[in-house]
């Protein structure tokens, strides 16, 4: 995505103050070092391949946006106990997320932004705004409008960890 987006990067490296761009892996594979499925995606199957899912998408963060990320969330944000401990000893903090705010990108405008408009302190929101494509993106932004209407306000992971 990182390189498929080069305006969308530019757009985000202008606004530092507003976005906070970490690790999601290289290849949007679960990081699970045993072989199996996660919301139909295959994970990355062994200690090496979540080793390079890691590095390797650090690299592609770093060459984007100059920055160092401390954070990785792989795809699904499902781990063994094993993989998580092999993050962690790469230095890698762990972010997760405890509202499903567009599943997936599958919801419409309207599902999404009910959704995310029901947080509650302290949740994180896993939403995709890379799909413009797809409706939910709209509801994003709505409820996200509708929380800061709210009161609501919104931390980086640098900021809340």
């Known amino acids: 995505w990182l390189k498929r987006n080069p305006s969308a990067i530019t757009e985000i490296n202008e606004h530092k103050d507003l976005f906070e761009v970490e690790n999601h892996g290289a290849r949007h594979v679960p990081a699970i070092d045993v072989p199996m499925q996660v919301f139909g995606l295959r994970a990355a ?37 094993s993989s998580s401990k092999q993050i962690a000893g790469m230095h890698f903090r762990l972010a997760g997320y405890s509202l499903i705010g567009d599943g997936g990108a599958t919801f419409s405008k309207t599902k999404t932004t009910a959704t995310i408009s029901k947080a509650m302190d302290g949740d994180v929101i896993i939403a995709h705004i890379n799909q413009p494509n797809r409706p939910a993106g709209l509801g994003v932004v709505a409820g996200i409008l509708k929380l800061k209407e709210q009161g609501f306000v919104f931390l980086k992971l640098e900021d809340g960890a």
């Open 45 to 81: 199957g062994s200690p090496q391949a979540v080793a390079t899912e890691v590095t390797d998408g650090a690299t592609a963060v770093r060459n984007a946006t100059g920055v160092e990320p401390i954070w990785f969330r792989g795809a699904a944000g499902k781990y063994t106990a």
